[in-house]
């Protein structure tokens, strides 16, 4: 199974301490994230001033610095509207990466996605389609590139954690129905993390988390950075038995042998989850 890490989203310098921003801060972070059993990572890039951005420059400065500190581990960045409006500039812009990132997330209720999933299968970028809802699983199966993805992402935006749960069970449901059998990955917002990962992790799928999602554990205290949410992450999928395959990298199997693993209790997402 997979556990990516989602390094930083949206989230403004300073929201959380250990928000990794600069190109140095994400390699170093990516660094303990992958440590602690990360096999993927996403992120968004900054500019100067912290602000998300396309650009190239920005771009592959970070696509290198992750590399670097992270030999052979996939990363990915994130392509939303919000980053950059006008889908002509986007376009340009990605075409600009030259330190192309492995995959990228397209949100399949942005506009113009026909448009980037053939940009980026034309880079050689494997392309992750991000549901959010039924209707989203609905517009990817009529894309044409459900079998042309690296996974999909269900990604309920709710923050009720029930409601979450209950937005990734149709969606799957509606993926089902659509026979699109790319691999899967969930994930939820805010206090709905946990609870979407551990649907997922009962139904064989694989799981992100990190600063982008939550910035709390499961008992509702802040964790330390993305390396601590990764590790109550693997000890999640561990007691729900989902480490016989092993972990997706050999950097995490080798982590594994070192076991140097912290013991949580994350049975309260049922708490909080008020169930
Ligand atoms: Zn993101």
């Not at 190239?56 to 610095?65: E, F, N, W």
């Not at 026909?114 to 989203?136: F, K, N, Q, S, Y």
């Not at 609905?138 to 954690?161: F, K, T």
């Not at 390396?227 to 950097?251: F, N, P, S, Y």
Request: net charge negative; aromatic share 4%; glycine share 10%.
């Amino acid at each position: 199974m997979l556990i990516k890490v989602c390094l930083n989203g949206s989230r403004k310098p300073g929201d959380h301490p250990a928000l990794p921003i600069t190109p140095a801060e994400l390699a170093a972070d990516a660094h303990r994230a992958v440590q602690a059993g990360a096999g993927a990572c996403h992120a968004h890039p900054r500019g100067q001033d912290g602000v998300e951005t396309l650009d190239p420059g920005a771009c592959d400065v970070v696509a290198l610095a992750i590399r670097k500190a992270c030999p052979g581990v996939p990363i990915g960045f994130s392509t939303a509207t919000w980053i950059e409006p006008d889908q002509t500039d986007r376009l340009e812009l990605i075409r600009g990466w030259v330190e192309r990132p492995d995959f990228a997330s397209v949100n399949f209720s942005d506009p113009g996605v026909l448009e980037l999933c053939r940009l980026l299968r034309r880079l050689g970028i494997g392309i992750e389609a991000g549901v959010w809802t039924v209707a989203d699983a609905e517009a990817l199966s009529d894309s044409g590139y459900s079998r042309q993805l690296v996974r999909v992402l269900v990604e309920p935006q709710d923050i009720e954690p029930v409601e979450a749960e209950a937005t990734a069970a149709a969606i799957s449901a509606a993926l089902d129905h659509a026979g699109v059998d790319a691999p899967r990955l969930y994930h939820g917002y805010g206090m709905a993390t946990w609870r979407v990962m551990e649907f997922a992790l009962d139904g064989g799928w694989d799981i992100r988390v990190g600063l982008e999602d939550t910035l709390h554990l499961p008992d509702a205290t802040i964790a330390s950075g993305n390396a601590e949410l990764v590790a109550v992450a693997l000890e999640m999928a561990r007691k729900i038995g989902r480490l016989h395959g092993g972990l997706a990298t050999e950097q995490e199997a080798g982590h594994q042998q070192h076991g140097a693993l912290q013991t949580v209790s994350w049975r309260c997402t049922r708490r909080l989850a008020g169930a």
